[in-house]
C-alpha cells in the first residue's frame, strides 16, 4: 500500500512539474508587449501575432500584425530565430534546432502569409523594416530567454539572416545562413559564369542542346502546354503562355543545377516532343509564370528588383529562337507587374558586401557546390571570424548540416563551441 501511495505521489509531483512549466511559458507571454498567442498542436508551442509598425521610423503611420511560431523548451536553453524569406504557415522545426535541443521562433516575412497590412503601401517593404521587425520580436522575447541566440534561414531566409546581422550586428551571438546569396548588383552576371563551369562540358552542351529543341519546335510544345495549363487552371496576364513558355526553357540550366538530379535524364533528340515537354514542365514548370505564381511571389519578386537584385537570361545564344521576349534588356527572373512601379537602389548591396568582408564575424554559411545560388553567395574573407562550408555533390535542398561529411560536422560543431554555444545532440542524424 506504501508503493502504491509514493508511486500515486510521485506521478502527482511529474504532471505537476509539466503543468508548472507550461503555466510559467503561458504566464511569461502575456506580460510581454504587442504579443498575441494561442497554443497549438503540441504542447508549448504557440502561434504569435506580434504587432508591428508599419515605418518603424515612424510608428504614427500605422501597424500590423506579424506572424511567428515559438516553440518553447526551457528559458535557459539557447533560441534559434528561424527566419524566413517567405510565408510560414506552420511550426516548422529547424534542423540547428534539433542539435542545441534549443528554443526556436520561426517568423514569418513581412508582406508574405498573414503578415500584412490592410492596404499593401510597398514602400514600407525594404530590407531596413524588414529587419527592425526582427530586432523589435529580438526585443521582447530576451525579456524571458536570457541565454544564447541563433539566427538562421534557408535561401531568401538565409539573405534575410545575413541583412538583419549588417542592421544588428549586436542581436544575437552567431548567425547561420543557409544556401543563400548576397548579390551584387540588379542582374548579378556571377551566375552566368557559374553556369558556363558548372558540372561537365557534356552535361552543359545536352541542356544547351535541349532548349534549342524546344524552342525550335515551339508550333508543337505551346499546344501540349496549353492543354497542361487549362487542365491545370493557371492564368497568364501579366505574361502570355508563349512568353512563359520561352521564359521556363531559358531558367531550365538554372532551375537544373538549383536542384540538380541527373544529365542521364535530360531527353535525347531522339525522344518525344511529348517527353521533352513533360522533362521541361518537371524541371522547370511553366506554372512559375502563372498568375498566381506571380502573386504568391510578388513580394520577393518586389525585393529583388529594386534592393536585393536576382538574375536575368542571357538572350544571345537564342537571339534566333526567341520570338516573344525581349534579347535586350535580358529578361528579369523577378517578374513585376506593370502596375507596381520598381526602381532599383544598389547602395544597400555595396554597404552590405563591403560590411559583411570586414565586420560580420560568428557566421557560418553553407552552400551546396552544385548550387546556382552559390554562386553569389557570400565570398570567404581572412579578415572575419567566420566559417564557410562549400558541401560537395549538394544542392539548394541538400547543402545542410545532416549531409555533411563527418569531418564536416565536427568542424561545424567545433566553431559553435568555440563561439560559446553549447551543443546538446551532436551526432543528429
Known sequence: MRKIVLNLLLIFCVCWQVQAQKVTIENALYDLPDVIFKEIGKADTFELKIKQPL??????????????????????KPMVMYLSGYNQDKPYKNEL??????????IEHRYFGKSLPDSLDYTYLNLEQATADLHHINEIFKKIYAGKWISTGISKGGSTTIFYKYFYPNDVDVAIPYVAPLNREYEDKRLYAFLDTIGSKVCRQKLFAFQKRMLK?????????QMYSDGAGLKFSTLTLEQ?????????????WQYYTSCD??????SSLLAATQYLLKTSDIKSYSEDHIDYY?????QAATEMGYYGYRTEPFKNDLKALPLQPHPYAAIVPKRIPVHFDDTLLKKANEWIAKEGNRMIYINGSFDTWSATGVSPSDKVDAKWFILKGKNHRTAR??????????SFIATLERWGIPVANPEMK
Open 244 to 256: 512563359a513558355f520561352e521564359y521556363s526553357v531559358l531558367e531550365l540550366p538554372f532551375a537544373f
Open 97 to 106: 534546432s534539433k542539435l542545441l535541443d534549443a528554443n526556436q521562433l520561426s
Open 298 to 302: 510578388l513580394s520577393h519578386y518586389y
Open 265 to 270: 535524364d535530360i531527353p535525347s533528340e531522339s
Open 55 to 76: 515605418d518603424h521610423r515612424h510608428p504614427e503611420k500605422g501597424y500590423f500584425y506579424q506572424r511567428a511560431f515559438l516553440s518553447h523548451k526551457s528559458f535557459e
Open 401 to 410: 548540416f545532416v549531409n555533411m561529411t563527418p569531418d564536416e560536422k565536427k
Open 217 to 225: 519546335h515551339r508550333k508543337e510544345v505551346l499546344p501540349l502546354l
